[in-house]
């Protein structure tokens, strides 16, 4: 069985927290490492390029192939989370 590399990361402090996920920007690359470890990957499709935008303050990828919509929180435990 591999090591879950989320499960069995180091404790942080609040401080450590705060420097490496205070803000949205940083939580939202943080949050596409995890996701799409070896890049974007169509949900839909499995193409593997899109265009990303924004509408409002949530950042949206079209895949290139299917033109196929999704966020990084689809399909995640965030993905009610405003
Ligand atoms: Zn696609």
Known sequence: MSINPIQ??????LPDFLSQYGTEAQCESALEKVRW???FRCPQCGHDHCTVFR??????????CCHH???LRVG????ASK
């Open 55 to 64: 509408r409002g303050q949530q950042r949206l990828y079209q895949c290139s």
């Open 69 to 71: 919509q999704t966020s």
């Open 76 to 79: 995640t435990l965030f993905q």
């Open 37 to 39: 470890r070896d890049g």
């Open 8 to 13: 069995f990361q180091r404790g942080l402090s």
